[in-house]
């Protein structure tokens, strides 16, 4: 082709009209799609003076997690174009996933765990890619090297953030349960080293294209890079920069389910208002209605509200549960891996981009990665393509098996695999928290102190590692320093029925009766059920002399049923205090129907019966008490007394 100097022609009015480069437009790209972490870090930070992060995890893991799957949901279903092209996979992939699911809730699979976490930050890794496509393509930017780039440094600073202090101990505690050996300092610091090299040469391999891009005329997309960029920022900053694993993982997923939501409205009204084929449910949400965007987060949060509830059902609910949420989750990762891609012609007319795409940019194009490319013809699962996607598919459910075999053929014991996270990750809240709690269950609180105190150096306003420190200082007889940590955990969460409970112990142990008192009603307020909470209640009450009051909660604990023969023992003594003969005679009955060979029942027992004049049977109970343990001396002390009144007579 031949060269010259002369000035190129004018372009038409027609065609003097420049591209945007954003999807909306600069506002509201940077809103909904670029800069929405600078939104969410100040909006969360004010949150949490309300919620703990617990909390957090939950609701915004059910309303948002959950939630966002929904829309995917109903693009695969209510899409019939596009269910026609892939109907064997929307059939078949539910029911496979839900066996799958099923299998590992219901067998405490780690394996599970793990595939959600890695294919979880594959799918926010592959999002954000898919939006630097569009954004290429919005300035005609087709190249594959550079999509290629765009991948590899999103995928490499996101794997080097998972091997911080941070998020390592979710990946270790996965790989371990599943029966991978231990690691060592040693290979940790060789991955971490390899891992920074090959993050170093991919950055620059990444500048050093942008500026070939430059240097050759070549336009390059400034609303990609900002992405890039925010998105890796911010991927580094809740990496880092949060102790909080739960309050990092909310970060991510608001901003996620942000992009998510905003972009699958964007594609339906396009589509809705091009005539193209879809279902009437699809066509009636997504039409020109501004009170429509109403009912679509509507429908998006009653997606994810019964997964909120899932600690507040039985064990059997809670596996039911778990399954469906797990195969949602999965299905959703599945679906858009390959529902999502610009180089489709619906697809590309959906986000704006139609007449800005190449054949050879679809090679590279997908709003969401994918394990195999979508096929272009409507004649697709029995392609080759399709054999390609389920040999990949296949090798994924061998390597996943693989995962199971070893967890049955053993995992690391768990205090050991604490202790080894801990050391690998000593910069972790959550790896001395896990530590603790295997210490204090092991019979060491001493050590399991010590790592509390770890932990709070690292995040001082975790009100459950706070809670868990103060309840380890009250079993070590120290009670005012128990006091100041329950303070603490109170403080951030103070609807926390355990610490205004144990708040009560303390203070009951400190002499502050009323203090106790205090607490103790709001633990009962909080948690009406409790037996403990309403002997707690009733036991310090009995103390401060107030005895009605005291017998009121006995009677509240007794008419919750308790089902163990110590709770009933230790209530026929309460009532005993208080004078409630009778009652405590029956409680004690109850609690030799569970242990015949109590002790403490048959003493009891007959100490009620003593009351009531029945020195012979009493007489009886206190033998039987003495047979049980020959070392009793309460029985016997009560043995010798009634024998002496039987003598009086």
């Keep these: 082709m031949s060269q010259t100097l002369e000035s190129p022609p004018l372009p038409s009015p027609a065609t003097r009209a420049v591209a945007s480069p954003w999807i909306l437009n600069g506002w509201q790209d940077l809103l909904l799609f670029i800069g929405t972490p600078l939104l969410l870090i100040p909006v969360v930070a004010l949150t949490q003076q309300h919620f703990s992060p617990l909390e957090f995890r939950i609701w915004v893991g059910g309303l948002g997690a959950m939630g966002h799957h929904l829309p995917g949901m109903m693009r695969a279903y209510g899409d019939r174009e596009l269910f026609r092209r892939f109907r064997v996979r929307f059939v078949v992939a539910p029911v496979a996933l839900s066996i799958a699911a099923a299998v590992c809730v219901y067998n405490d699979l780690a394996a599970l765990s793990l595939v959600l976490l890695l294919w979880g930050m594959w799918h926010g890794i592959a999002q954000l890619y898919g939006f630097a496509r569009i954004y290429d393509a919005k300035v005609k930017s087709f190249a594959p090297l550079t999509a290629r780039l765009d991948l590899m440094v999103l995928t490499a600073w996101f794997l080097t953030a998972l091997l911080t202090d941070l998020r390592m101990p979710?990946?270790?505690?996965?790989?371990?349960?599943?029966?991978?050996?231990?690691?060592?300092?040693?290979?940790?610091s060789a991955i971490r080293i390899a891992a920074w090299c090959a993050t170093a040469l991919v950055t620059l391999a990444f500048c050093a294209n942008?500026?070939?891009?430059?240097?050759?005329?070549?336009?390059?997309?400034?609303?990609?890079?900002?992405?890039l960029a925010t998105g890796i920022a911010f991927w580094w900053y809740t990496s880092v920069g949060i102790p909080s694993v739960l309050i990092s993982i909310v970060l991510n997923e608001l901003f996620h389910d942000v992009q998510y939501l905003a972009i699958v409205w964007i594609y339906n009204r396009k589509r809705v208002n091009s005539g193209r084929e879809v279902g009437a449910f699809t066509r009636y949400l997504f039409r020109n209605s501004g009170a429509m965007i109403g009912l679509y987060v509507g429908l998006v949060v009653a997606y994810g509200l019964p997964a909120t509830q899932i600690n507040a059902v039985g064990k059997t609910a809670q596996q039911f549960m778990g399954v469906l949420i797990a195969t949602s989750t999965l299905l959703h990762f599945y679906f858009d891996g390959f529902i999502w891609k610009v180089r489709e012609r619906t697809t590309s007319e959906g986000l704006g981009l139609a007449g800005r795409t190449t054949p050879e940019a679809g090679q590279a194009a997908a709003v969401q990665a994918a394990p195999t490319p979508a096929p272009a013809s409507a004649a697709t699962e029995a392609s080759p393509q399709g054999s390609s996607h389920a040999l990949k598919w296949g090798v994924l459910g061998v390597l996943a098996a693989g995962m199971v075999a070893l967890q049955f053929k053993g995992p690391v014991e768990g205090l050991a695999r604490s202790q080894n996270i801990a050391a690998l990750a000593p910069g972790s809240f959550e790896a001395h928290f896990d530590l603790a709690g295997e210490l204090s269950g092991a019979g060491r609180p001493a050590e399991a102190r010590q790592h509390l105190e770890r932990a709070l150096q690292i995040d001082p306003s975790d009100a459950e590692a706070h809670y868990e420190l103060g309840r380890i200082l009250l079993q070590q007889g120290q009670p005012a320093d128990a006091a100041d940590q329950l303070r603490r955990s109170l403080k951030r969460t103070p609807r926390s029925f355990d610490a205004q409970l144990a708040m009560g112990r303390a203070l009951s142990e400190m002499g502050d009766a009323v203090g106790a008192v205090e607490h103790l009603r709001q633990a009962v307020e909080l948690k009406p059920g409790s037996i403990p909470a309403h002997m707690r209640l009733g036991e310090e009450l009995g103390d401060m002399g107030q005895i009605p009051a005291a017998a009121e909660q006995f009677e509240l604990a007794a008419a919750l049923e308790p089902r163990?023969?110590?709770?009933?023992?230790?209530?026929?003594?309460?009532?005993?205090?208080?004078?409630?003969?009778d009652r405590a005679a029956s409680l004690f009955e109850r609690a030799l129907a569970l242990d015949p060979r109590s002790a403490g029942a048959h003493n009891g027992l007959g100490i009620c019966l003593a009351r009531q004049g029945r020195l012979d049977p009493a007489i009886a109970a206190f033998n039987r008490a003495l047979q049980f343990d020959p070392t009793f001396k309460d029985a016997r002390d009560n043995l010798d007394r009634a024998l002496a009144l039987r003598a009086r007579k």
Excluded: I
């Design 564 to 581: 163990d023969a110590s709770t009933l023992l230790d209530l026929g003594r309460d009532m005993l205090k208080v004078n409630r003969v």
């Design 170 to 188: 979710l990946l270790l505690r996965s790989l371990y349960q599943c029966g991978l050996p231990l690691l060592s300092p040693g290979a940790l």
């Design 210 to 227: 942008a500026l070939g891009q430059r240097r050759r005329g070549e336009t390059l997309s400034g609303s990609k890079m900002l992405l």
